[in-house]
T-cell receptor
C-alpha cells in the first residue's frame, strides 16, 4: 500500500459543483501539502499544514479550501469548480525527521466540464 | 520573487551520450531537491542536496549544488532509454515548502 493515498484518483465534475479530494498518510509526518500540476508549469503550492492546528495559503489558494482533520488526513475542496481548475493534484508529506524529503501521493486527475 | 528556472525544457538525446540539466534559483537557499516523474505518475525523489558543494550520485545520475552561484546540475552519464522522464528541481527558500521548476522532459533515443 502507498504511504500517501489520494482519493479519488480520477474525477470528472461539472462547473459549479463542490468537489473534495482526500489525502491520508501512514508515514506519521506532521507536514502535509497540496500541489497542483499543469502542463509546462511544474507544481504549484495550493495550501500547506505543519500540524493539525496549522493551515497556510500557498501560491495559488484562491478557489480552494482545506481541512486538516487529523495528523494523517488533509483534504482539499473546490467549493464551486471551474474549468481552469482542471489539473493533476498531488498531496505530499514531510517532517524534519524524514531527511528533508517530501513524499508525494499518486495524484488525482480532476476534470471540470 | 522566489523563482526556479530549469533548462532545457525539452531534451532529446541518444543512448550512450552525456548531458546536463541546469537549475537556477533566484535567492539564497541551501536545500535543493531533484525529482523524476513518469507520464501520469507521481514524483519520485532522486536527490536531496543540503549544503554548498554537495554532490550525490545514483547510477547514471549525478547531482550537485553550488549555493553561491544559485545553481544545481543533474548530469546524465551514458544515457539509457529507462531514463526517459520529466525531471524537476525544487528549492526550499527557507520557508519549509518547495518551489518547483517547470521541469525538463528528457527523451532518450535508441
Amino acid at each position: 500500500d502507498a504511504d500517501v493515498t489520494q482519493t479519488p484518483r480520477n474525477r470528472i465534475t461539472k462547473t459549479g459543483k463542490r468537489i473534495m479530494l482526500e489525502c491520508s498518510q501512514t508515514k506519521g509526518h506532521d507536514r502535509m501539502y497540496w500541489y497542483r500540476q499543469d502542463p509546462g508549469l511544474g507544481l504549484r503550492l495550493i495550501y500547506y499544514s505543519f500540524d493539525v492546528k496549522d493551515i497556510n495559503k500557498g501560491e495559488i489558494s484562491d478557489g480552494y479550501s482545506v481541512s486538516r482533520q487529523a495528523q494523517a488526513k488533509f483534504s482539499l475542496s473546490l467549493e464551486s469548480a471551474i474549468p481552469n481548475q482542471t489539473a493533476l493534484y498531488f498531496c505530499a508529506t514531510s517532517d524534519l525527521h524524514s531527511g528533508n524529503t517530501i513524499y508525494f501521493g499518486e495524484g488525482s486527475w480532476l476534470t471540470v466540464v | 520573487e522566489l523563482k526556479v528556472e530549469q533548462n532545457p525544457l525539452f531534451l532529446s538525446m541518444q543512448e550512450g551520450k552525456n548531458y546536463t540539466i541546469y537549475c537556477n534559483y533566484s535567492t539564497t537557499s541551501d536545500r535543493l531537491y531533484w525529482y523524476r516523474q513518469d507520464p501520469g505518475k507521481s514524483l519520485e525523489s532522486l536527490f536531496v542536496l543540503l549544503s554548498n558543494g554537495a554532490v550525490k550520485q545514483e547510477g547514471r545520475l549525478m547531482a550537485s549544488l553550488d549555493t553561491k552561484a544559485r545553481l544545481s546540475t543533474l548530469h546524465i552519464t551514458a544515457a539509457v532509454h529507462d531514463l526517459s522522464a520529466t525531471y524537476f528541481c525544487a528549492v526550499d527558500f527557507g520557508n519549509e515548502k518547495l518551489t518547483f521548476g517547470t521541469g525538463t522532459r528528457l527523451t532518450i533515443i535508441p
